[in-house]
């Protein structure tokens, strides 16, 4: 068991977390501030800046790293997989299941990452570690299309990028029901990696 220090610390990092998220949801990725964070997080500007020292990029970096390895326990499940389809169709789920919560965050994390930045620099390393990561666990599945691991993971973060720009579509103008939408999305997956 986990000491109570711990256990309270990261209970209060995951509440600002879910209070930046549910900020960007309802406000818009630029329309609140560090300050509007504690009464939302039930904390004080002390306990955000404590645990998030650069204020607003500290914490999408976390949200960033959060999502990362929720979507990397859903890889690990996939290693049981014997199909690209197999081994993508859990992650396509979660990402449709919460794409509408964190879409506007990634938004807003690319707007607050100014191009050759530190946090910019520190974003894109994170991604294409995890695109990596992706990568090296598709090659080995039967069918996917002989690539060097640098290349499966570029298309692994375009296939991520086309996935989350399909689905902010469908959440703003229904053109799919929910089956057809998922099969269109699979059609990009099979595209980006199979023969």
């Known amino acids: 068991m986990a000491p109570k220090f711990r256990r309270d610390k990261q209970r209060k990092i995951d509440e600002i977390l879910d209070a930046v998220v549910k900020l960007t949801h309802e406000k818009g990725p630029n329309n ?68 509408d919560r964190y879409s506007e965050v990634s938004d807003m994390m690319i707007e607050a990452a100014p191009p050759d930045s530190q946090f ?19 090659s080995a599945l039967p069918g996917v299309i002989d690539l060097p691991a640098e290349k499966l993971a570029q298309r692994a973060g375009l296939g991520f990028n086309l996935m989350k720009k399909v689905l902010q579509a469908q959440g703003k103008v229904k053109m799919f029901d929910e089956r057809s939408l998922e099969e269109y999305i699979m059609e990009i997956v099979r595209a980006s990696f199979s023969h």
């Open 32 to 99: 609140f501030s560090i300050n509007d964070i504690p009464e939302e997080a039930d904390v004080s500007i002390g306990t955000v800046y404590r645990y998030f020292p650069r204020g607003k990029e500290d914490i999408l970096k976390q949200i960033l790293l959060r999502n990362i390895e929720r979507l990397k326990g859903l890889i690990r499940t996939g290693r049981e997989a014997t199909s690209l389809e197999a081994y993508w169709r859990p992650i396509l789920h979660n990402m449709m299941e919460v794409g």
């Open 120 to 138: 910019y620099n520190e974003i894109a390393a994170d991604l294409m570690g995890f695109y990596m990561e992706l990568a090296v666990e598709i």
